[in-house]
């Protein structure tokens, strides 16, 4: 098996094909027409393109972030030329459906896809996610009309799209945001307001840009519930699908980030004044869906961009522990303690127990991360695909609970795995010289896009697990104690029963929050929770890993085994004292006041 420093070949081969079974999907109608032998090719394809198109110019980008000329944004221009590889091998429409000219892979496989790109160069992989996303959204909810216009020039990567929900006075409080859509006529609205960090807001990488804005139209409901959705293309589009004259959407600045720099990242300006179409002031927009309606077509693409950002939050920390890995075993640095001859010649830092220990830790974050949003992924195809509405259903909820865990566990854990990396280098990792330090700074970004971890903490804690009676936690705890009995009688039956017991007190712990009365202290350590749930579901995870490597030998599957070992030894011991610290309804952090800081 080829190895890689973007990422592992072999662990994506272990993940699709040993544990999660991807083969079996082509017996259904959807997937049909493919097999094990096309799911290899795009992604041995994807890993080619990664390597040689999108890894090589991660760094120049880097060091020569995006930048306004005469009102436009310029970009080097090996990111273009990598966008145009990625298109023309079908990679933007790999999970699209036929008819829309899409190669209609099973999400789970397409996420594996390009997680290859997450990992080599995530600030160009960006603008195609986002469109893919956008796309998808489309499909799900716009007319047959719209998606004709819209969706095919993005599928063949001609046209990009983005999302434009936050402003600069909101954030992430949607309720309060104040872009107006006054309805006119002829059907359409006109746009007039600002939004703020809008990634790949504005590029010359295409002939046009698709936004996808949140609005209000007057007259409706205050808050969430009065907010739409419209479609503002940059440049707008004539029946036969001909771009015509410019839209009303101003480039009004960029912002500088501390990495994640090569994705343009912008403050638009809707109904300026600056482009005037058909006469009149106001960015024209088209209404998807109904009025009203728009944060729940909105959450669509939030959803599938939170798992892509736990995705790409796990290939930055992937390629992270791999650079670690290896440098670990070439860089020569110090003798055993059982050897303290000066005589002899140093030895490969790997050799050191504390180096061994950093590996391993990475290890254990990023395979468990990669087993999470794969896992994800692979729901997404059971709620589209299988059989009986039962399992969809279940599929769906399931997917419910777990989207803040696969947004947020990823962005903190393999965040971290890129900070062990730099320790690992020791003085050379903090240098611009050896590739982990941008990793580390494009991988903090992801804890606060999406939705940060504070407000996927509120999400989990404060909607998923209470919803429809406590429905998703009852059946996150009986997929994972399916999981636990499989485990009785193998060598991973004492896992098994940790899991059991994390299980019992999480759900204990729930009521316990809950039951007390009061939101407030319900949700103030919110946060904790998020985490202590991330870390049952990965143990889980890793358990469901062991279990597929039973009865197999090999340093790979041995390396398995033993992550598997480090978490339950290292990791889930730490959700204990968590539990027991939300199980006391503290209120330190409630009680603390503004002044007293």
């Known amino acids: ?73 310029v970009l080097i221009p090996e990111v273009a030329a990598a966008l145009r590889v990625f298109a023309e091998a079908g990679m933007t429409a790999a999970a699209l459906p036929e008819e829309l000219g899409g190669l209609q892979l099973p999400a789970v496989v397409n996420q594996a896809v390009h997680v290859w790109f997450q990992a080599a160069n995530i600030g160009t992989s960006a603008y195609p996610f986002l469109t893919m996303a956008n796309a998808n959204l489309l499909v799900a909810h716009a007319t047959p ?18 999302m434009a929900l936050s402003e600069p006075q909101a954030g992430s409080s949607l309720a309060d945001i104040t872009t107006r859509a006054e309805p006119q006529d002829d059907g359409s609205y006109r746009l007039t307001g600002n939004k703020m960090w809008i990634s790949a807001g504005d590029h010359e990488l295409t002939e046009n840009i698709v936004h996808l804005v949140l609005a209000k139209v007057p007259g409706g409901p205050a808050g969430v519930k009065g907010i739409s959705l419209f479609i503002v293309p940059k440049f707008l589009v004539g029946e036969d699908g001909s771009l015509g004259e410019r839209n009303d959407v101003v480039l009004a600045g ?3 980030k501390m990495g994640y720099r090569g994705t343009t990242n912008t403050l638009l300006n809707f109904g300026e004044g600056v482009h005037t179409p058909g006469g009149q002031p106001g960015a024209v927009g088209f209404l998807v869906g109904e009025q009203h309606r728009g944060l729940t077509y909105m959450f669509h693409m939030m959803n599938e961009a939170r798992i892509g950002v736990g995705m790409g939050a796990t290939g930055l920390g992937y390629t992270g522990y791999l650079h670690a890995v290896d440098y670990a075993r070439d860089r020569t640095q110090g003798r055993p303690l059982s050897g303290k001859d000066p005589a002899t010649p140093p030895v ?3 050799e050191h127990p504390d180096v061994r220990r950093m590996l391993l830790a990475g290890k254990s974050y990023v395979e468990g991360g990669l087993a999470l949003g794969l896992y994800c992924a692979r729901l997404v195809d059971e709620e589209r695909t299988a059989e009986g509405e039962a399992d969809r259903q279940r599929a769906h909820l399931l997917l419910e609970m777990l989207t803040p865990i696969a947004k947020s566990w990823p962005s903190q854990w393999c965040l971290a795995a890129d900070d062990l990396a730099i320790q690992v280098h020791g003085g050379y990792g903090y240098t611009r010289d050896y590739p982990v330090e941008q990793f580390y700074r494009d991988n903090r970004l992801n804890p606060i896009h999406e939705g940060t971890h504070g407000v996927q903490a509120l999400d989990l804690l404060g909607r998923k697990v209470v919803m429809s009676g406590g429905a998703g936690l009852s059946l996150l705890g009986e997929t994972i104690t399916a999981t636990t009995a499989r485990a009785a009688g193998t060598q991973w039956a004492d896992l098994g029963e940790q899991l059991d017991g994390l299980v019992q007190q999480l759900g204990a712990v729930t009521a316990t929050l809950w039951g007390q009365g009061d939101p407030q202290v319900a949700l ?20 469901e890993q062991a279990l597929a490597t039973e009865g197999r030998d090999g ?18 011991p730490k959700v204990g004292p968590q539990l027991a610290l939300l199980a006391s309804l503290d209120t330190t952090v409630l009680e603390m006041r503004s002044d007293w800081f």
């Open 1 to 73: 098996m080829r190895s890689s420093l973007v990422l592992s070949p072999r662990d994506l081969e272990f993940l699709l094909h040993e544990w999660l079974q991807v083969e079996t999907l082509t017996k259904r109608e959807r997937f049909a027409e493919h097999s094990r032998e096309t799911f290899d090719a795009v992604l041995e394809l994807a890993e080619q393109i990664a390597t040689e198109q999108f890894a090589p110019h991660n760094r120049k980008a880097d060091e020569n972030e995006p930048h306004v000329v005469d009102g436009k944004v």
């Open 145 to 162: 009309e719209q998606v004709q216009t819209y969706v095919p020039p993005m599928a063949e990567g001609r046209w990009f799209g983005t």
């Open 254 to 256: 960029l912002n500088h």
């Open 348 to 350: 490969p830092i790997i």
């Open 524 to 543: 103030a350590n919110a946060s904790v929770y998020l985490e202590a749930a991330g870390h049952v579901v990965v143990g889980w995870l890793w358990l």
């Open 555 to 572: 340093d790979f599957y041995t390396g398995k085994r033993q992550a598997a070992r480090y978490f339950q030894h290292w990791e889930l």
